[in-house]
């Protein structure tokens, strides 16, 4: 007994640069059982409907990472998304291309700089030239020295990860969640001689521009994780480095400033976050801070039970997770 269908609406981003002035949606509706992959749909919608639309894709496995496009505003694998639920959550698919490229036609992005990026963080082992491995001979690692290279290994480089970030959007100097996942892939392999040039060029290059909003983690189709990867980065590199620019100064500061009394001393951080020279730089913006808000200049009071966040420090400390 074939499998019941339902009537799928296509909203598909349309657009070709060369001939038209700015982006239009076309409607497409086919009859297709639930479970279809949206990439399915897509491709009868050019067989049978409209041969001119311009897409993406390869594997249809979920192994290659060419159909990574938005489906209904999120990043996904359109080979892996099945029509069933975007269509009883939102009543239609909208398909658009990935964000933070730009668009080649229709469906399709340039990805340079996504592969920029990767390609900048030196995606491969620094060996020390000094002591170079033994050419033919293995090079063993412990799994546990392994098991830190948690799940980076099942990156695919879709770019779902870099088209669901906001900090790329509003730095586009900023890496992009899978390059910083990757390059702490490498920080962590015992085989790598780079470790600490890593984290020193990638402080100021980036590292700290992440917001922490977790979209990439939840656009990998692989649970790859980036946002929690570029945590450790951090922590490592303060740990390495301690606060050498702003972004790893804030971090530090942030966790003894609320060490000292278990609430945030506000102007305490501006200081330890842009010293004594950058405060002046911003005299006016605190001072139109100070009107709105004139409690800032206030130290706060040591917080009941402040014991309990000693504590906390303590174990954190002791553990060897004193990161920010």
């Known amino acids: 007994m074939p499998d019941a269908?339902?009537?799928?609406?296509?909203?598909?981003?349309?657009?070709?640069?060369?001939?038209?002035?700015?982006?239009?949606?076309?409607?497409?509706?086919?009859?297709?059982?639930?479970?279809?992959?949206?990439?399915?749909?897509?491709?009868?919608?050019?067989?049978?409907?409209?041969?001119?639309?311009?897409?993406?894709?390869?594997?249809?496995?979920?192994?290659?990472?060419?159909?990574?496009?938005?489906?209904?505003?999120?990043?996904?694998?359109?080979?892996?998304?099945?029509?069933?639920?975007e269509l009883?959550?939102?009543?239609?698919?909208?398909?658009?291309?990935?964000?933070?490229?730009?668009?080649?036609?229709?469906?399709?992005?340039?990805?340079?700089p996504f592969w920029r990026h990767y390609e900048q963080i030196e995606p491969h082992l620094i060996l020390d030239p000094r002591r170079p491995m033994p050419e033919g001979t293995p090079n063993p690692m412990s799994p546990e020295e392994v098991e830190r290279f948690r799940e980076t290994p099942r990156c695919i480089a879709c770019g779902a990860c870099f088209s669901a970030c906001p900090a790329v959007e509003a730095d586009p100097a900023f890496p992009g969640p899978m390059a910083l996942a990757k390059l702490y892939r490498f920080v962590v392999d015992p085989?790598?001689?780079?470790?600490?040039?890593?984290?020193?060029?990638?402080?100021?290059?980036?590292?700290w521009t992440c917001l922490r909003c977790h979209l990439c983690t939840e656009a990998c189709p692989k649970d790859v994780r980036p946002s929690e990867r570029i945590r450790d980065l951090k922590e490592?590199?303060?740990r390495a480095l301690g606060?050498?620019?702003?972004?790893?100064?804030?971090?530090?500061?942030?966790?003894?400033?609320i060490r000292d009394r278990g609430l945030l001393e506000e102007s305490k951080l501006v200081r330890q976050t842009s010293g004594l020279a950058g405060v002046a730089s911003q005299i006016g913006q605190g001072l139109r801070l100070y009107r709105k808000k004139p409690e800032i200049l206030r130290a706060p009071h040591r917080i009941e039970?402040?014991?309990?966040?000693?504590?906390?420090?303590?174990?954190?400390?002791?553990?060897?997770e004193g990161g920010p």
Request: net charge neutral; hydrophobic share 35%; proline share 7%.
């Open 191 to 207: 085989r790598d001689q780079a470790h600490q040039d890593r984290l020193v060029r990638i402080q100021p290059g980036g590292l």
């Open 88 to 112: 009883a959550r939102h009543g239609r698919i909208v398909v658009e291309p990935m964000r933070n490229q730009p668009v080649l036609r229709d469906l399709v992005v340039d990805q340079e």
């Open 236 to 238: 490592l590199a303060v």
């Open 243 to 257: 606060g050498t620019e702003p972004g790893s100064r804030h971090a530090v500061g942030f966790k003894n400033n």
């Open 5 to 85: 269908t339902v009537s799928a609406t296509f909203d598909v981003y349309r657009f070709d640069p060369a001939k038209d002035a700015k982006p239009r949606y076309d409607r497409y509706t086919l009859e297709l059982a639930p479970h279809t992959p949206i990439l399915s749909g897509l491709l009868r919608i050019r067989a049978e409907l409209d041969p001119s639309l311009a897409l993406r894709y390869s594997c249809r496995s979920a192994i290659c990472g060419s159909c990574a496009m938005q489906v209904n505003s999120k990043s996904r694998l359109a080979c892996e998304t099945p029509i069933g639920p």
């Open 305 to 320: 039970g402040y014991d309990e966040v000693e504590k906390i420090y303590e174990t954190l400390d002791s553990d060897g």
